[in-house]
Structures are given as structure tokens and as C-alpha cells.
């Protein structure tokens, strides 16, 4: 099976650079995901990682180390609108993604 | 194109009464997943469909809770007789290939948050 672990919380001041780690425990594994959740709202995809190294996409990347089991997201030049949950989610080939807990991160002016 | 759309968006029913949810994924997405979050807490997989067929339906927590996907299309899920524990937020979520076939992101509807009183 999968289990994957993330911060709660983390706090940071706009146009700051925030990283949210995630680390996991798995059986077989095949990618890592980013998805981001505002209050109220449904959870929309921002990265995938099949491969170790970095995937940018704009003010966002997404770090994957499979040798480590570890992976993160990182937000740069932080904006208001950018205060939300933040879920990796692990897969394993022809199984379904595991989220893990969340990160709650609030932007502060 | 048209998102995930799911019905009702609230529901607030008492211990032991009925419920059903339905879930219309996008268009052309032949897999459809039904996820909870229950008081804030990890998004936890509940079923997957592939067309009308469950792939996987390892984490139904119990036999109250029933889903159908006929004709490949729209999913319903039906909670009876609900219980206190069942409240949370219900997603539903879509994807054109399956988790296991490359970079293929799921497309969350905004859910249905039940309240069993």
C-alpha cells in the first residue's frame, strides 16, 4: 500500500518562495502529484512527476527524489490567491492515486 | 469543455435516511473515481470505474454504500442508511487515461458536502 506524508501547515509572506515536502512509503511506485485545493472549492492538478529532477511549470515547480521517497512542491513569488490546501498523491501502475493529508498554507500581505 | 459536475452540491439528512449523489464526468473520460474528505483530513479513495465496470472498490468503507456507473456514463452513490461518520465532502473525479498510463491529471468535481444529523 501507499502512505504519504506533508506539513499541516506552513505560513509565508507574499512574494516569498514557500517549499511543501512530502515524503511516502509505498510498495510499488509510479509518479507524484501536486493538486491544490482552495476552501469550498474542488482540487485542481498543478504537476506530475514520473522521473527524479525538476518539473516547472511557471511560479510552480515539483521536485521528485525516488532513491529518497521524497518530493516537494515549490512556490515562488507567492500571491494572496495562492492560500490554499495542497495535496501530493502517489501512484502505483493500474492502481489509483493516494493523496496525502494536505498542507494548509496561508499568505500573509 | 465542460467540467465535473456534481449534484446536489449540499445535503443534510438524519442518521438512517437515504442518499444518493450523482457525479456526470467530462466527456470522453472513461475513468471515474469517488474520493472523501472527511473533517479536513486526507482525500481518501473510495472507488474507481473504468467505463461501467468497477476497477477497484477497495476503499468502500462498508456495505451502506453502493455506486453505479450504467451505460459508461454519469455515477451515482447511494449511502443507505447513512450514519454520523458518513459526513464529509464527496468528489468525484475524472481522467481520460488511467493512473498507471503516464501524466494523465484527474479533473475534480467541486463535491458534494453531506451532513447526517
Known amino acids: 500500500g501507499q502512505s504519504l506524508e506533508q506539513p499541516s501547515e506552513v505560513t509565508a509572506v507574499e512574494g516569498a518562495i514557500v517549499q511543501i515536502n512530502c515524503t511516502y512509503q509505498?510498495?510499488?511506485?509510479?509518479?507524484l502529484s501536486w493538486y491544490q485545493q482552495h476552501d469550498g472549492g474542488a482540487p485542481t492538478f498543478l504537476s506530475y512527476?514520473?522521473?527524479?529532477g525538476l518539473e516547472e511549470t511557471g511560479r510552480f515547480s515539483s521536485f521528485l527524489s525516488r532513491s529518497d521517497s521524497y518530493g516537494y512542491l515549490l512556490l515562488q513569488e507567492l500571491q494572496m490567491k495562492d492560500s490554499a490546501s495542497y495535496f501530493c498523491?502517489?501512484?502505483?501502475?493500474?492502481?489509483?492515486?493516494?493523496f496525502g493529508p494536505g498542507t494548509r498554507l496561508s499568505v500573509l500581505p | 469543455e465542460a467540467g465535473v459536475t456534481q449534484f446536489p452540491s449540499h445535503s443534510v439528512i438524519e442518521k438512517g435516511q437515504t442518499v444518493t449523489l450523482r457525479c456526470d464526468p467530462i466527456?470522453?473520460?472513461?475513468?471515474l473515481y469517488w474520493y472523501r474528505r472527511v473533517m479536513g483530513k486526507e482525500i481518501k479513495f473510495l472507488l474507481h470505474?473504468?467505463?461501467?465496470?468497477?476497477?477497484?472498490e477497495s476503499g468502500m468503507p462498508n456495505n451502506r454504500f453502493l455506486a453505479e456507473r450504467t451505460g459508461g456514463t454519469y455515477s451515482t452513490l447511494k449511502v443507505q442508511p447513512a450514519e454520523l461518520e458518513d459526513s464529509g465532502v464527496y468528489f468525484c473525479?475524472?481522467?481520460?487515461?488511467?493512473?498507471?498510463?503516464?501524466?494523465?491529471?484527474?479533473?475534480f468535481g467541486n463535491g458534494t458536502r453531506l451532513t447526517v444529523t
Open positions: 498523491a502517489g501512484n502505483n501502475y493500474g492502481q489509483n492515486f493516494v
Open positions: 473525479a475524472s481522467s481520460r487515461r488511467g493512473s498507471g498510463q503516464g501524466k494523465s491529471p484527474l479533473h
Open positions: 512527476n514520473a522521473l527524479d
Open positions: 509505498t510498495s510499488g511506485f509510479y509518479g
Open positions: 470505474f473504468v467505463k461501467e465496470s468497477k476497477q477497484d
Open positions: 466527456s470522453g473520460h472513461d475513468n
